[in-house]
């Protein structure tokens, strides 16, 4: 599986944008995905992510109620959808995939992710 990032931007505080992360190569039925970012001098960290299965989502608490993610599986594509931005979510988001067939819940540890798209940077500022 390949997958592609984009969606990315400059955007105000306050501000909403949706990036896509679509796959390639092979169906992303039975992968949880996931959305990780990264800012300058920081390390990559967890977002969000998406069981294959049910379609349980999970979020970091910095932005629960401002973010969502969704899938689309006839599409081989995953979404998030980011509202109220704030100058904090400035980074480069990174959307990775784990082949998951026993159905378990996504890890929020990016070494535990085998499939990385090349990243979409988003740009908080006024």
């Known amino acids: 599986v390949q997958l592609q990032a984009s969606g990315g931007g400059l955007v105000q505080p306050g501000g909403s944008l949706r990036l896509s992360c679509a796959a390639s190569?092979?169906?992303?039925?039975?992968?949880?995905m996931a959305w990780f970012r990264q800012a300058p001098g920081k390390e990559r960290e967890f977002v969000t992510a998406?069981?294959?299965?049910?379609?349980?989502?999970y979020y970091t608490d910095s932005v629960k109620g401002r973010f969502t993610i969704s899938r689309d599986n006839a599409k081989n594509t995953v979404y998030l959808q980011m509202n109220s931005l704030k100058l904090d979510d400035t980074a480069v988001y990174y959307c990775?995939?784990?082949?998951?067939?026993?159905?378990?819940?996504?890890?929020?540890?990016?070494?535990?992710?085998?499939?990385w798209g090349q990243g979409t940077l988003v740009t908080v500022s006024s």
């Open positions: 190569g092979r169906s992303i039925r039975v992968y949880n």
């Open positions: 998406i069981t294959w299965r049910g379609g349980s989502t």
């Open positions: 990775a995939g784990r082949f998951a067939p026993d159905g378990s819940t996504p890890s929020r540890v990016p070494t535990t992710y085998d499939r």
